[in-house]
């Protein structure tokens, strides 16, 4: 008998359909990283490390007139509920995938030909919309690396539970839901730099949704700007 | 093939033109042929333009998924066969060819058109439905190929008769078609300038700021989104995603016509 997920208008959580789950970020978090970040949403934990710009190996993947971004999400085997093998796995390969387009359309990668800028994201601990996590913690580990960006890139999920739009998915909502809608979005030219979906949902309720989605990457874009802020504020001054 | 300029491209759209004349709006000539592989139980050719691919269903008896145990299992793959373009390579599935095959499988999956439940068997036996998109020749489009010709070679797929050990048996022809309430269709446009174009080719692929590839499926009470998928290094304006939903689904019918 599935079980009933939403009760008094309150989600399986407690939360409302229109509330995130509680946020945690924090930058400059490894020591041999260029850069580095580790943000949380809820139960969903990722960390990411950047290393570059830096040469690439091997030569032939080297562009002339920028650098090249790789990206490689992965989840920790103990993660998950089972253990799950270490390794990519065709998931990964395209949540990979994925993130590499959600970064680049806000990084200057024309400024440093033939250098690679390598992310890796590791999702420690995974409750739903782990790629939304790993991306929020990819941004902020780049301009933690001092990589140039047009702005950061914040990401969430918004989907349909019993029939009413919620924001960020979590848990048995992935599995248990209607629709799941993962977003990566910089409020700065208010581009979209990831869309996926998956579900069933009339024209209507996509576009709110989607809009949904947009309110919560704001939300998060303040939560990544504050942890910048403050690792960089100086002791004493404003 | 002599590749077409990416500046050329984005001139002539600029110009509210194409480079081979179709509005942009408009499908190459797209052609499906259902029943093309003998040994498969479904199969089906599609052509989008230029671009060519086969899916062929085969079916098997198997353990079905713990949290699923009362039905069959759907398994999507493809290859991006070298021969269909100089930039493949034999070896392993690619990032692409992943993505592909994750991406027909979700159109199909979410879109809730095949019911599992009719292909379970009895306990810790279901059908397992194998789909291989093989990609032949790469004009671009291949999602919107590769998802209209597995769904066209499920349309096609008839379930084998099992025998007193129920073993499917191939050799002779099932007469049961594989259930199917709907048809799941992808839907791809591009973002070239400002100007966004459905049924990119190759070379509007390699010029596109940005692609959007949307599945709709006819549901019972009108059109629904089953799966989404953005690609491309430049971000996309909400307004943009609003009116690519708004062409998916006049263009997805269309493609709906091509399957019998």
Known sequence: MKEQMIKDGLRFDGRRFDELRQIEARVGILKNADGSAYFRLGDSIAIAGVYGPRKVFPKHQEESERAILRTRYNMAAFSTTERSRPGPSRRSTEISMVTRQALMPVIFLDEFPRTAIDVHIEVLQADASTRCVGINAAALALADAGVPMRDLVASCSAGKIDGHVVLDIAGKEDTEGELDLPVAYYPHEKKITLLQMDGLASQPEIKDIIQLAIKGCEKIYEKQKEALRKKYAIEGEV | ?260
């Open chain 2, 1 to 260: 093939m002599i590749g077409i300029d990416s500046e050329l491209i984005r001139e002539i759209v600029a110009r509210d033109k194409r480079i081979d004349n179709r509005s942009f709006d408009e499908y190459r000539n797209v052609v499906v042929e259902q029943g093309v592989v003998k040994q498969a139980e479904g199969s089906a050719r599609v052509r989008i333009g230029n671009t060519e691919v086969i899916a062929g269903v085969k079916m098997g008896v198997g353990e079905p998924f713990p949290d699923t145990p009362n039905e069959g299992v759907l398994m999507v793959a493809a290859e991006f066969l070298p021969l269909a373009s100089p930039e493949f390579e034999s070896g392993p599935p690619g990032e692409e060819s992943i993505e592909l095959a994750r991406v027909v499988d979700r159109a199909i999956r979410e879109s809730k058109a095949i019911d599992f439940k009719k292909l379970f068997i009895t306990e810790e036996k279901v059908w397992m439905v194998y789909i291989d998109i093989d990609i032949l020749d790469d004009d671009g489009n291949l999602f919107d190929a590769a998802c209209l010709a597995a769904v066209a070679a499920l349309k096609n797929a008839k379930i084998p008769e099992l025998d007193e050990k129920q073993a499917p048996v191939y050799e002779k022809k099932g007469t049961q078609p594989l259930p199917m309430n709907s048809i799941p269709v992808s839907t791809t446009f591009v973002k070239i300038g400002n100007n966004i174009l459905t049924d990119p080719s190759l070379a509007e692929l390699e010029a596109m700021d940005a692609r959007l590839t949307v599945g709709t499926v006819n549901a019972g009470d009108g059109i629904q989104f089953c799966s989404m998928q953005k690609g491309g290094a430049t971000g996309l304006a909400v307004e943009d995603v609003e009116k690519i939903l708004e062409m998916a689904e006049r263009k997805g019918d269309e493609l709906r016509k091509k399957i019998k």
